[in-house]
């Protein structure tokens, strides 16, 4: 079990009831036809927030929750992306050897013939984390990189964070002030 620090001071709603989520069960939490865009942990509200984005351009992006890694829930993978033909896979982790690797590997093995042009991949870069809040904020995958990697998908030019309505005032990598954790 392996929960990102960025989680802690989200808040929403918790059910009272008890619950079980289950193992190796990915989750759509958000339902598309365009493209996918593959998460887990704090990179799935990243994809949600480009989702959200991207649905101002007319761009409908699914976004797929995967929970688990180990089992990986390969048929929800496979079922979006045929669905949509077009995916972007988010890690929070360095690029090379990483989760996003094998998923990528996955859909070359089942699904390359429905890919209506080459898959997506977002991670940090293959360098050290910094250290530095100025740097971090270029380190980090973001939901801005995601509706650059959409858009661009769909042949759309760029857009500045103003026009995409981005104003970015917080550094990255800075714990929310309500989490009283041990680092």
């Given at each position: 079990f392996i929960e990102h620090r960025w989680l802690h001071g989200i808040k929403g709603f918790v059910a009272e009831e008890a619950y079980a989520v289950p193992i190796g069960e990915a989750k759509k939490t958000r339902e598309g036809k365009d493209v996918t865009i593959i998460a887990s942990s704090y990179m799935t509200l990243e994809a949600?927030?480009?989702?959200?984005?991207?649905?101002?351009?007319?761009?409908?992006?699914?976004?797929?929750?995967?929970?688990?890694?180990?089992?990986?829930?390969?048929?929800?993978?496979?079922?979006?992306?045929?669905?949509?033909?077009?995916?972007?896979?988010?890690?929070?982790?360095?690029?090379?050897?990483?989760?996003?690797?094998?998923?990528?590997?996955?859909?070359?093995?089942k699904s390359w013939g429905t890919l209506?042009?080459?898959?997506?991949?977002?991670?940090?870069?293959?360098?050290?984390?910094?250290?530095?809040?100025?740097l971090a904020n270029h380190y980090y995958p973001k939901a801005r990189d995601i509706v650059d990697s959409a858009r661009t998908m769909f042949g759309l030019p760029l857009l500045s964070d103003k026009e995409l309505g981005i104003?970015?005032?917080?550094?990255?990598?800075?714990?929310?002030?309500?989490?009283?954790?041990?680092?």
């Open positions: 949600s927030r480009a989702a959200e984005l991207l649905s101002h351009d007319d761009i409908d992006a699914e976004v797929l929750d995967l929970r688990t890694i180990k089992p990986l829930d390969e048929s929800a993978i496979i079922r979006s992306i045929e669905k949509t033909h077009r995916v972007i896979v988010v890690e929070d982790a360095w690029q090379s050897f990483g989760v996003s690797a094998e998923i990528l590997a996955l859909i070359s093995k209506k042009c080459a898959p997506c991949r977002l991670t940090f870069p293959d360098v050290p984390t910094p250290t530095s809040w100025a104003f970015p005032d917080t550094p990255m990598d800075v714990p929310d002030k309500t989490f009283k954790g041990p680092f």
